[in-house]
T-cell receptor, first 114, second 113 residues
Framework: NAGVTQTPKFRILKIGQSMTLQCAQDMNHNYMYWYRQDPGMGLKLIYY???????DKGEVPNGYNVSRSTTEDFPLRLELAAPSQTSVYFC?????????????FGPGTRLTVL | GNSVTQMEGPVTLSEEAFLTINCTYT??????LFWYVQYPGEGLQLLLK?????DKGSNKGFEATYRKETTSFHLEKGSVQVSDSAVYFCALNPSGGSEKLVFGKGMKLTVNP
């Protein structure tokens, strides 16, 4: 199993550009998540999904969109990039067991918006 | 609301030193508690967990005990190695099966030979 994979690893965007961060998992997990990690601030949940076709907002959803057309894929879309979106983005997945889940993380995408 | 407070670093230790990283939480009900570790250039991975009061999680020489009376989940290791250099995150999953983790800010540990 490859686990959770993310592409690209690094990206530099100009203000106002758009891009999609890709995330895929091959563990047949129902739950998938997008986090951003800012220096010294821990991880903040952007969006999550409990299954194909179902998504919901997390703590910091503004400026982002997601879709979940398959169990395996959970792309994150930035429509109008802003410097405040400079961060490291992590995708994660888990089983749907209640309260005891381990989340499996991808290696991250480091995004810089200039 | 739910929150996690953990000691902030960075912390530098010598090899074979004793390590404690404090973590306290605020949550309603009975959350599950986790320690995640992030090695340089990698994503987070689960280090250990505990799902009910007085449970002790352990892995790779690290231990943490779920203390409901003090709302704490401190991480300890008796003798750290250079390979333990990483960022350590305490996290909770609120009771009720929300599946959404709440993370502390993380603490960077450097172990020197």
């Amino acid at each position: 199993n490859a686990g959770v994979t993310q592409t690209p690893k690094f990206r530099i965007l100009k203000i106002g550009q758009s891009m999609t961060l890709q995330c895929a998992q091959d563990m047949n997990h129902n739950y998938m998540y997008w986090y951003r990690q800012d220096p010294g601030m821990g991880l903040k949940l952007i969006y999550y999904s409990v299954g194909a076709g179902i998504t919901d907002k997390g703590e910091v959803p503004n400026g982002y969109n997601v879709s979940r057309s398959t169990t395996e894929d959970f792309p994150l879309r930035l429509e109008l990039a802003a410097p405040s979106q400079t961060s490291v983005y992590f995708c994660a997945s888990s089983y749907s067991t209640s309260g005891n889940n381990e989340q499996f993380f991808g290696p991250g995408t480091r995004l810089t918006v200039l | 609301g739910n929150s996690v407070t953990q000691m902030e670093g960075p912390v530098t230790l010598s090899e074979e030193a004793f390590l404690t990283i404090n973590c306290t939480y605020t949550a309603t009900g009975y959350p599950s508690l986790f320690w995640y570790v992030q090695y340089p250039g990698e994503g987070l991975q689960l280090l250990l967990k505990a799902t009910k009061a007085d449970d002790k999680g352990s892995n790779k020489g690290f231990e943490a005990t779920y203390r409901k009376e003090t709302t704490s989940f401190h991480l300890e290791k008796g003798s750290v190695q250079v390979s333990d250099s990483a960022v350590y995150f305490c996290a909770l999953n609120p009771s009720g099966g929300s599946e959404k983790l709440v993370f502390g800010k993380g603490m960077k540990l450097t172990v020197n030979p």
